[in-house]
């Protein structure tokens, strides 16, 4: 079992920066493949960004390529999501995943969400 608890959302300007975490429970943090997704009113929720456990290969949706960074520190059981350049159709809850197996991230666990919005 695996607890998953993001923090660092909030309101910010077009253009601006936001760093999102989430903090695993758990012995085997370094051993799952971690993720991001979003969810805007009305949507399905969106693949952002993925890392594997291993190797710390990145993925990352063609909407956020090149604003978006995901990074991981398995000393501390956390991944981030680092956000530049941020727009407004950026705005959305986003969650943090965690699955034992890259291909199912979205099978896996989920925190609760954080809330993102970006102001015009």
């Known amino acids: 079992q695996v607890q998953l608890v993001e923090s660092g959302g909030g309101l910010v300007q077009a253009g601006g920066s936001m760093r999102l975490s989430c903090a695993a429970s758990?012995?085997?943090?370094?051993?799952?493949?971690m993720g991001w997704f979003r969810q805007a009113p009305g949507k399905e929720r969106d693949f952002v960004a993925g890392?594997?456990?291993?190797?710390?290969?990145?993925n990352y949706a063609d909407s956020v390529k090149g604003r978006f960074t995901i990074s991981r520190d398995n000393s501390k059981n956390t991944v981030y999501l680092q956000m530049n350049s941020l727009k407004p159709e950026d705005t959305a809850v986003y969650y943090c995943?965690?699955?034992?197996?890259?291909?199912?991230?979205?099978?896996?666990?989920w925190g609760q969400g954080t809330q993102v919005t970006v102001s015009s």
């Open positions: 995943a965690a699955s034992s197996t890259w291909l199912s991230l979205r099978n896996g666990y």
């Open positions: 758990g012995r085997t943090f370094s051993s799952y493949a």
């Open positions: 890392i594997r456990s291993s190797s710390g290969y990145t």
